[in-house]
């Protein structure tokens, strides 16, 4: 927040969706970044949530763990673009700048690995399970410590 303050930028934080809601409500915000897990929802539902209160508010989605499906689904629920941490300021501004459409065709252009495929499905199964690890490792017939290691891991690169 530091950063985009020494820039010249207006800045306002959010511990959680709840917050993040009021905040919009209060500020509609022409520039939003949010992580794409929250302890009280999905930053998915965030994206959502902030567009219907400001439309023309531009969404950018942070996460540790990136995936394909993730990123297409921020961009569908009306973000502008995706990023996996770590960023900085300057690759946050970049993602304002750029069209939301680049995120499928960047993760799209090559053959996924079958060690993509397999962090594609984990992290699918995890979205439906609302982010809890226990319901998430059951699903996918894992121990619930042998999925954690698997997500500690970093992001299987395209």
């Not at 709840?18 to 500020?27: F, G, T």
């Not at 017939?141 to 690169?157: A, D, E, I």
Request: glycine share 6%.
């Amino acid at each position: 927040m530091r950063a985009f303050r020494a820039r010249g930028f207006d800045v306002r934080g959010a511990r959680n969706a709840a917050e993040a809601q009021l905040s919009a409500e209060r500020d509609s915000p022409e520039l939003a970044v949010v992580d794409l897990r929250m302890p009280d929802a999905s930053g998915l539902d965030v994206v959502l949530t902030l567009r219907a209160v400001d439309p023309s508010t531009k969404v950018v989605v942070l996460t540790g763990y990136g995936s394909i499906a993730t990123a297409l689904e921020a961009v569908r629920r009306g973000a502008c673009h995706y990023l996996t941490k770590p960023v900085d300021v300057d690759d946050l501004l970049a993602a304002f700048s750029r069209d939301g459409a680049d995120v499928a065709v960047d993760l799209a252009s090559e053959p996924p690995t079958l060690a993509r495929v397999e962090w594609e499905h984990i992290n699918r199964v995890l979205m439906e399970s609302d982010g809890n690890v226990s319901k998430a490792a059951r699903v996918l017939g894992l121990h619930r410590r042998s999925l954690q290691r698997k997500l500690n891991k970093h992001p299987v690169k395209r």
